[in-house]
């Protein structure tokens, strides 16, 4: 989720591009934007509405996402009837000052919503950009750290996984857990998300174990929270890094190497370990709880995508089509106010990978998945819900 590099004393091995793409949504902001959504501008539903999508298009390490994004949100266009939406790109290049410079161009050129960019430093330089004229951001990053005011992020935060594995441990009879993080923002972002996520579903943390990033960190860490499982007495152990990081493998071995046992200590994760099926054999991964989305709904967007422009969806392209879908949705309701903070974040969702809804703090809560690992393949533990209580204001 976000993007993270390892350096280990040994050389580990290299993460491949296009896995690593799936952590580039999400980078250090340069500021802050902070407040509710509540502002945005009225419009005519009958009339087209003028959406700005901020892509980056000109940046050769990501172009093919670029064109993914721009293709899902042409897709769903097409697919929603009683509205007109007038999309209208405009390349940042993968940077965070041109990614501003658009977005004021957008809104100067009549945009009334804009939609990206990729990172999270041009997602908050564009909202900061447009804020003085109320212009709402759906950014496509998963840093929360980014969202409010203007700006709110389509991207699957921590809080949102930490928040979907708690509840499903407390309905399970679980009370107490050992969380192992690394030691630098992403880990302390994840560390906090199951802390406050323990707090709400009422589960004890006995322990927070951090590591530095290299071998001797992770094997150091795994041994000491090994000690605070059996000290703690705790039947949960949560790790905040990604499939795709290095340390995920190590610490799948190490721990039950250590003694945490997976038949009597439930692990889980933030990690989407269904993108690493080959972790799967690996000692710490058999029973582990990890998040997915609907597959369903995730399984038809995919083929609508390759029956409409012969390719496989990139994985984030579903962000795009969740945004212009959103907007869509409360534009054929009429609503003059459907860009509105207030609008936004009023109404669910159903996207690529399920429900979802907008929050008034910037961030998103979508429905997920609990699956797991039996017998080397990933099985549906706890299917994703088919509506979220409440509204996101």
Not at 2 to 20: D, E, H, M
Not at 128 to 136: S, T, W
Not at 148 to 158: P, R
Not at 292 to 318: C, E, K, M, N
Request: aromatic share 6%; charged share 15%; hydrophobic share 45%.
């Amino acid at each position: 989720m976000f993007a993270v590099s390892f350096r280990a004393r040994k050389a580990l091995r290299p993460i491949a591009v296009a896995a690593a793409l799936l952590a580039i949504a999400a980078c250090e902001p340069i500021s802050l934007t902070t407040g509710a959504g509540g502002s945005g501008p009225r419009i005519d539903p009958a009339k087209p509405i003028q959406v700005a999508l901020l892509i980056p298009q000109s940046d050769a390490e990501v172009a093919p996402v670029a064109q993914a994004l721009e293709n899902a949100a042409r897709l769903a266009i097409q697919e929603r009837e009683g509205v007109e939406i007038d999309l209208r790109i405009y390349d940042t290049a993968g940077v965070a000052a041109t990614a501003a410079a658009q977005a004021q161009r957008a809104v100067d050129e009549g945009a009334k919503i804009i939609l990206g960019p990729l990172r999270a430093e041009a997602v908050n330089a564009a909202g900061l950009a447009v804020a003085d004229e109320g212009i709402n951001v759906l950014g496509f990053s998963n840093n929360a750290s980014i969202a409010g005011g203007n700006v709110f992020i389509l991207g699957e935060t921590f809080a949102n996984v930490a928040g979907r594995l708690m509840s499903h441990a407390k309905k399970t009879g679980k009370s107490s857990a050992v969380i192992v993080y690394s030691d630098d923002v992403a880990g302390q972002v994840g560390k906090i998300a199951f802390e406050q996520a323990a707090t709400v579903n009422g589960i004890r943390v006995v322990g927070s174990e951090g590591y530095a990033l290299s071998v001797e960190g992770v094997s150091a860490a795994a041994q000491r929270a090994s000690n605070a499982v059996k000290s703690g007495n705790a039947d949960l152990v949560f790790l905040t890094p990604e499939a795709q990081n290095a340390a995920t493998p190590m610490l799948l071995n190490q721990l039950p190497a250590n003694g945490v046992d997976p038949s009597t200590v439930q692990y889980g994760t933030l990690a989407r370990l269904d993108v690493r099926p080959d972790l799967y054999s690996v000692p710490g991964a058999d029973g582990i709880w990890f998040t997915v989305p609907d597959a369903t709904r995730q399984q038809a967007f995919a083929g609508r995508y390759a029956s409409a422009y012969g390719a496989s969806a990139h994985p984030l392209a579903g962000l795009a089509y969740d945004g212009v879908s959103a907007i869509a949705a409360l534009a054929e309701q009429g609503r003059g106010d459907a860009l509105t903070g207030k609008a936004l974040t009023s109404a669910s969702f159903t996207g690529t990978g399920g429900v979802f809804r907008l929050l008034s703090n910037g961030t998103n809560q979508r429905a997920l998945a609990i699956a797991t690992v039996k017998d080397n393949q990933m099985v549906i533990l706890d299917p994703a819900p088919s509506s979220l209580s409440g509204t996101g204001f």
